[in-house]
């Protein structure tokens, strides 16, 4: 799925009549500069990236997962929280910082190479000062997303005005990664509230939960990331949670962090580390402190023992010795082995089916709230039309009721039987929108075969949806999947 | 040094006097709270709590402290009930019940084994007992001076109704541990959580664990000191490794045991706790005298402001305000009587009409399929489904009312509103009945079977005309009336005529199959009906019994202000001199008590 472009915009599609109306609102709105401007961001980003909050708790490690996602080290993380202000990172040709201040302008600090350390300053004002920071780097994590980086919730640092700035860049993003260590009232009041628009209720499919630095779960044991996904799936099933997501997906943010900063240089010094026998290493790794103090082997100074420990952590150290005691013997081995313990891969797995994948029905959900914040804040007469047009859109976007049944049987909350399943999955157009791989069809399968393949299905799914034994649940996924099957019916036989 | 026992007489009768204070002020919440700390005086155990977020290892710290997996820790338990452990000589461990007025003083108690407790209280739980804590007793010298440490159910939870349970624990503490871990600094909830806290309990220490899993522990500790500080919370950090400590246990190294930052905890538990009990209790008595008696205070001044002697006017326009609120008061509750009524009135042919279309859609697929179906032989497949159908309609529509129940609620509420807070009533959600096996089952409709006697008979009774017909004709063509033609067409006829009567009987049955269903489905929506009706009618006395009270109580605040009006204004000037005089007198009396509470603290400082 690409990025829609201006020349051929759907016509039929969800996105195509959002856009419609967005454009219809802004000609209604067109003496009132302000709104009209609003509405024109909004149309302008259409064409932009994917837009994604990654917001959470105070130090759930915002930092270190945007800069895991980006696989580079931009986002400068700190002991202390302090960041009061929004950070957009997005792609640029050139690495380049803009500041916006709150009364509109645009400063460009500096242009050429990216300093963590001048970052970290910017980030420090106060939000009267600063807007929001922009960071442009041509790394190719950004090319098919924007991550903006908000201020954390219940933070000490963040007076109010840093709130509603939160709150504002939550209604301007499309999707949103949510990181707390584990889910408490604060976090779970915060996303309802998120949620209480009528557009962000029709469609809760904008949220993935994820429990961050799950390496620090159970004291950094071996297991530490299992026990966090058996939790994480004990979460799954809360129905306070699932309300507004249906993805809860633990990761270890720094260890994905630290495996790609992982160089032929830190190699080494793990590896004569790992040539220390079980129980002194073991004794090493008693604590944090113990292993920076440490001095045997000779070969790693301290200098190089708290670079590792600040980039990978304890627990990633513990697994990367261990994995090389097991004969891990090459960086890049290591570094895919570290990762693929880190979870960040499922992360970004459901990151890319959730909202890249996704996009055309996440616009369309940002493009409609908008237009229902604008009709609700600039009621006039006439824009009652506008309102039913939205009314009939909301009513009608089959596509949010398709992607909530398709993280249903993602996540496990539905259950259906294998091979119903993965045609569900098909239809609902897991593998690809298109109408042929919809039916699952070869690639130069004829129209006829198409509408007799669309028409089987149809049918089959209409049985389903009258059988008893599903509860109220899945009888509504059935029905979702085989209204699917009558719309691919529809557009195949042009509506005859 | 004083004598313990005097000081103890000392500090209950500055209760007992302060109590005495606050039932004259009729504030009897005042006095619950200082007969729980009276109470507390008398206990020698010196309570202390251990609180916390989820999942910051509150049960960890206690195990380590006391070195013994006494609290459940883990990924797959959060603490629900408290747990105390206190000194005895041998382990034991015992749940104790919540106190109710058939159970004995302070809740019943059932001995359990100690390595058992874990499942005992899951069990004990998951049977619906109602537990107030466990408590387990344990041989450790740390114990010995009467420390008992309580283990809480985590504050912020998602469940938050754990969070309150702690909360209340807190009133009776003699100081808290909060548990905080050391691999990030306080979040603004915890800080808030420390300052209510510390209102009701001020002695508190910080304990930051896990420090063995972050390098710069260090500079988070002198964050969350700045953090406390600016807060005005006062009380020590104490950053523990429960890791390191678990390993200095098992290979006995004292470096090890330094290195887990339990000694200096220990010692704080051990010596400033257990020796300045004294004066935990005398800060603890101090803080919640002066802070009743500074309520009471407060409300005793504005009576006194209230004794300047008013103007007529001003009596004119309190007594107009006050009828003009009661004439108010008379419409409003006009307003929601109406109201409610309609809404009532309403859902009761809502109700009725909803489930009877749900259940002529069952029946109407009942007879379709009835159409199709032998009911002789899938009869109890058919009852099943029925059965299950209309279960769910009935869940359905119990379903629709609930919510009904709630907007009515709502809206009811909502004309109080504009007066009033707005509170709506404790009510639960309407259970669904289920009435299905109150109605006789549908009777499967008769001659089910149909024996092979019969079948021979009717066969034989069509074969017989078959065979006599073509016999006859057959003859006069010189056949034997028994030939091959006629006996082929007896078999015919014979088998069409069975055929035919098997059809009838199908029919028969079908039929008799569609009226027990008809009748059956009347039952049931007579009984639903019933049962829809019983819940209005239940949810329109709630409702109509909480708004009244709300009225009720409106109607006696204004009654009574307009006599206070009346009264007031009649008064004599003479009398009101009296009760500022009286009200004065108190207030240097309250003042005195006050000076007294507070001096209790004070000495202690200077001396220590």
Redesign the interface.
């Known amino acids: 799925m690409n990025a829609p472009s201006d020349a051929e915009p759907p016509p039929t599609g969800l996105l195509g009549q959002a856009r419609a109306l967005l454009l219809r609102t802004m000609t209604f709105y067109r003496d009132d500069p302000r709104t009209a401007g609003w509405l024109r961001t909004r149309l302008e980003r259409l064409s932009e990236p994917l837009r994604m909050a990654v917001t959470g708790?105070?130090?759930s490690g915002k930092s270190t997962l945007v800069n895991a996602l980006v696989g580079a080290e931009i986002a400068p993380s700190d002991?202390?929280?302090r960041t009061q202000v929004n950070t957009v990172f997005r792609y640029g040709d050139e690495p380049r910082i803009t500041v916006h201040t709150p009364h509109g302008t645009q400063q460009h600090v500096c242009r050429g190479k990216l300093d963590p350390a001048t970052i970290r300053d910017l980030q420090r004002w106060r939000p009267d000062e600063v807007a929001r920071l922009v960071i442009e780097t041509p790394s190719p994590g950004l090319q098919a997303i924007t991550l903006i980086e908000t201020p954390g919730v219940?933070?000490?640092a963040v007076q109010e005005t840093g709130r509603s700035a939160l709150a504002q860049i939550l209604s301007e993003a499309d999707a949103v990664l949510y990181l707390t260590?584990?889910?408490?009232?604060?976090d779970?009041q915060f996303l309802h509230s998120v949620h209480e628009l009528r557009v962000a209720r029709r469609a809760p499919i904008n949220t993935v939960l994820a429990l961050s630095?799950a390496d620090?779960?159970?004291?950094?044991d071996e297991d530490a990331l299992e026990?966090a996904e058996?939790?994480a799936a004990?979460y799954r099933q809360?129905p306070?949670?699932r309300s507004f997501t249906q993805h809860v997906i633990p990761v270890a943010g720094l260890c994905a962090q630290g495996a790609s900063a992982l160089d032929r240089q830190r190699f080494e010094a793990l590896r004569g580390l790992a040539t220390l026998d079980g129980t002194r290493i073991e004794d090493q790794l008693?604590?944090?402190?113990?292993?920076?103090k440490a001095t045997e082997p000779e070969g790693v100074d301290s200098g190089t023992r708290?670079t590792l420990?600040?980039e990978l952590g304890?627990f990633g150290l513990r697994r990367a010795l261990d994995l090389l005691a097991r004969g891990v013997d090459e960086p890049t081995r290591l570094r895919d082995a570290l990762l693929e313990e880190s979870r960040i891969g499922v992360l970004q797995e459901a990151v890319h089916l959730q909202f890249v994948e996704r996009q055309e029905a996440l616009r369309a959900r940002s493009v409609l709230m908008a237009v229902d914040m604008v009709l609700r804040a600039h009621p006039r007469p006439g824009s009652r039309q506008l309102r039913g047009e939205l009314d009939r859109l909301l009513a009608n976007a089959h596509e949010w009721d398709e992607l909530r049944v398709l993280s249903g049987l993602w996540s496990g909350q539905l259950r259906l039987p294998h091979p119903l399943r993965q045609e569900a999955e098909q239809v609902l157009g897991a593998r690809g929108p298109h109408p042929g791989v919809r039916l699952g069809a070869p690639p130069q399968a004829q129209p006829r075969e198409l509408v007799e393949r669309a028409g089987a299905l149809a049918r089959r799914w209409r049985a389903l949806a009258a059988d008893?034994l599903f509860d109220r649940a899945h009888r509504q996924a059935v029905r979702t999947v085989q209204r699917s099957c009558e719309r691919l019916l529809l557009t195949l036989t042009g509506g005859q | 040094m004083h004598n313990p026992t005097v000081i103890e007489t000392a500090l209950v009768e500055l209760i007992d006097r302060a109590e005495a204070e606050c039932v004259e002020a009729q504030r009897t919440d005042l006095s619950n709270r200082l007969r729980q700390i009276r109470s507390r005086v008398l206990d020698p155990a010196q309570l202390v709590l251990v609180v916390g977020e989820p999942e910051q290892g509150k049960s960890e710290l206690v195990n380590s402290l006391v070195n013994a997996p006494v609290c459940a820790t883990g990924e797959h338990v959060s603490t629900t009930v408290p747990t105390v452990v206190r000194h005895s000589s041998e382990p034991s461990a015992q749940l104790v019940g919540q106190e109710t007025p058939q159970s004995a003083v302070g809740g019943d108690r059932w001995p359990v084994s100690i390595e058992r407790l874990h499942e005992e209280l899951d069990n004990a739980l998951r049977d619906g007992y109602s537990l107030s804590r466990a408590e387990v007793g344990l041989p450790r010298a740390l114990l010995e001076n009467g420390l008992a440490l309580m283990d809480t159910p985590a504050v912020g939870g998602v469940v938050s109704s754990l969070g309150t349970v702690t909360e209340e624990a807190v009133a009776e503490a003699d100081a808290l541990l909060m548990v905080s871990d050391a691999t990030q600094e306080l979040t603004t909830n915890e800080l808030n959580f420390l300052r209510r806290v510390t209102s009701m309990c001020p002695n508190v220490a910080l304990v930051q664990p896990k420090i063995d899993f972050v390098p710069d522990w260090r500079r988070i500790v002198e964050i969350n000191r700045k953090h406390m500080a600016n807060a005005g919370v006062a009380g020590k950090i104490f950053p523990v490794s429960s890791r390191i400590r678990a390993r200095a246990m098992r290979e006995k190294s004292q470096e090890l045991n330094t290195e887990s930052g339990f000694p200096p905890l220990l010692d704080y538990l051990r010596k400033e706790m257990a020796s300045a009990h004294e004066q935990l209790t005398r800060r603890l008595v101090a803080h919640n005298v002066t802070e009743a008696i500074d309520r009471i205070t407060t409300s005793l001044r504005e009576e006194l402001n209230n004794q300047s002697p008013r103007t007529a006017t001003e009596t004119l326009l309190e007594l107009e305000a006050a009828q003009r609120r009661a004439e108010d008061l008379k419409r409003l509750s006009g307003r929601w009587q109406k109201t409610l009524s309609d809404a009532v009135q309403e859902l009761y042919s809502d109700i009725e009409y909803d489930f009877r279309e749900r259940s002529w859609a069952v029946l109407h697929q009942a007879n379709e399929t009835l159409d199709e179906v032998d009911p002789g032989t899938t009869w109890e497949d058919f009852e099943d489904w029925l059965r299950r159908n209309l279960s769910r309609a009935i869940a359905e529509t119990f379903e629709w009312l609930d919510r009904r129940r709630e907007r009515i609620t709502e809206q009811v509420c909502d004309e109080l509103l504009r007066e009033h807070v707005r509170t709506l009533p404790a009510s639960d959600p309407i259970p669904v009945p289920d009435p299905l096996p109150r109605v006789p089952d549908p009777k499967p409709p008769k001659n089910a079977d149909y024996p092979r006697k019969d079948q021979f008979l009717t066969g034989l009774r069509g074969s017989y005309g078959g065979v006599l017909m073509f016999g006859l004709m057959t003859s006069m063509a010189g056949l034997p009336l028994m030939n091959v033609v006629s006996i082929s067409a007896g078999l015919l006829l014979g088998s069409k005529s069975l055929n035919e009567e098997k059809d009838a009987r199908l029919k028969r049955r079908q039929a008799e199959a569609r009226t027990s269903v008809q009748r059956y489905v009347e039952h049931v929506v007579f009984q639903v009906n019933k049962e829809a009706r019983d819940a209005i009618r239940h949810m329109h006395q709630t409702l109509h019994d909480h708004c009244n009270r709300i009225t009720e109580q409106a109607q006696i605040s204004i009654s009574r202000s307009i006599q206070d009006t009346k009264r007031s204004a009649e008064q004599s000037a003479v009398d009101r001199d009296a009760r500022a005089r009286e009200i004065k007198k108190k207030l240097e009396e309250l003042n005195a008590l006050r000076k007294k509470a507070a001096t209790l603290t004070s000495n202690r400082i200077t001396a220590a």
Request: aromatic share 2%; glycine share 2%.
């Open positions: 708790r105070v130090k002991t202390e929280e219940a933070s000490t260590r584990q889910p408490q009232q604060t779970v630095r620090e779960v159970a004291a950094g026990t058996r939790r004990r809360d306070k949670i008693l604590s944090a402190e113990r292993f920076t708290q420990l600040n304890l008893p």
